[in-house]
């Protein structure tokens, strides 16, 4: 049974690695949008939990990938006062529709 799950631990690492990239260039690209350049200030990782920083702006936002469900929540905290979710996002569909989408499909 251990070495089931820390073959699926080292399977998975290439796909986490993807998602963060791919996020980076999600923000990247919508921060071009708005008319600022999104910098990644701090990114942290702790059990199935992956946190980065992002400044937004003229607000920070703050962007969760959890390994355990696999979803991408991205929360903008507003006027330093209030956290609001802007977005959830489900990685497998992220990467299903990314597949389609270079595919022509």
Same mark, same amino acid.
Not at 33 to 44: L, N, Y
Not at 60 to 64: A, S, T
């Given at each position: 049974?251990r070495n #089931?799950s820390?073959a #699926?631990? *080292? @399977?998975?690492?290439p796909l986490w690695?993807?998602a963060? &990239?791919?996020m980076g260039?999600?923000?990247v690209?919508?921060?071009r949008?708005? !008319?600022?350049?999104?910098? @990644?200030?701090? *990114?942290?990782s702790? !059990? !199935?939990?992956? +946190?980065m920083? &992002?400044?937004g702006g003229?607000d920070? $936002?703050? &962007?969760?990938l959890?390994e355990r469900?696999?979803?991408m929540?991205v929360?903008r +905290?507003e #006027?330093?006062r209030? *956290? =609001?979710i802007k977005?959830r $996002?489900?990685?497998?569909?992220?990467?299903? =529709?990314a597949?389609a989408?270079?595919? !022509?499909?």
């Open positions: 049974m #089931n820390k #699926n631990l *080292v @399977a998975s690492a690695a993807s963060i &990239v791919i260039l999600i923000l690209q919508s921060s949008m708005i !008319g600022s350049r999104a910098q @990644a200030e701090m *990114v942290s702790s !059990g !199935g939990y992956t +946190v920083t &992002v400044d003229t920070e $936002v703050l &962007v969760i959890d469900s696999e979803e929540f929360y +905290v #006027n330093q209030s *956290v =609001d977005e $996002v489900s990685l497998s569909k992220l990467f299903t =529709d597949r989408a270079a595919q !022509g499909g």
